[in-house]
């Protein structure tokens, strides 16, 4: 058997989340249409061993040591990009750096997978003001043209759940 591929700049990631806030993040998933599953945080790589993710106290750098240990499962390999998307991935990433992380993210996302599809939830799905981590992911890659979803989704109508279904399918 093969060793995965190393994540490339621009690739992202899902991983899990333990305790009560990856419990809280299940929730929300299952709120949201998506199952409970192993799957409930998102981030992109940025290169250099360092990733950037949506957290409770707003988007952040960080080491990509911190998840040692943990599950991760990356999009290396299932979503082609070339080397100026990457980097434009990167860039965009990093311009969302300090953005907040809202839970009212997470009520819009809910109100759309229930169907009430009111202009107040695909305007705080679509909005950069606050981002939970798979729509930063989700961003990221629409800045540099990269499409994850071909479904006629609006922008930031994603989950942790369904950037892990995208990576295996």
């Known amino acids: 058997m093969t060793a995965p591929a190393p994540p490339r700049p621009g690739d992202f990631a899902v991983t899990s989340v333990t305790g009560d806030v990856g419990f809280l993040i299940s929730v929300g998933e299952w709120l949201n249409g998506s199952r409970f599953g192993h799957w409930d945080h998102a981030f992109v790589y940025v290169g250099d061993d360092q990733l950037v993710e949506a957290e409770p106290g707003g988007a952040r750098l960080a080491q990509l040591e911190e998840y040692a240990g943990r599950p991760v499962a990356w999009s290396t390999g299932h979503v082609a990009m070339t080397d100026e998307q990457r980097s434009a991935v990167v860039e965009a990433a990093r311009s969302f750096l300090g953005v907040p992380y809202s839970a009212r993210d ?15 939830a695909r305007h705080v799905m679509a909005s ?4 939970i981590c798979s729509q930063l992911c989700d961003a990221a890659l629409l800045a540099a043209g990269v499409h994850l ?5 609006e922008p930031g109508d994603v989950t942790p759940a369904d950037l892990a279904e995208l990576i295996a399918a």
């Not at 950069?128 to 981002?131: A, D, E, Q, T």
């Open 106 to 120: 997470y009520v819009a996302l809910a109100l759309w997978h229930f169907h009430l599809r009111i202009p107040w």
């Open 128 to 131: 950069r003001r606050s981002m």
């Open 149 to 153: 979803f071909a479904d006629g989704r």
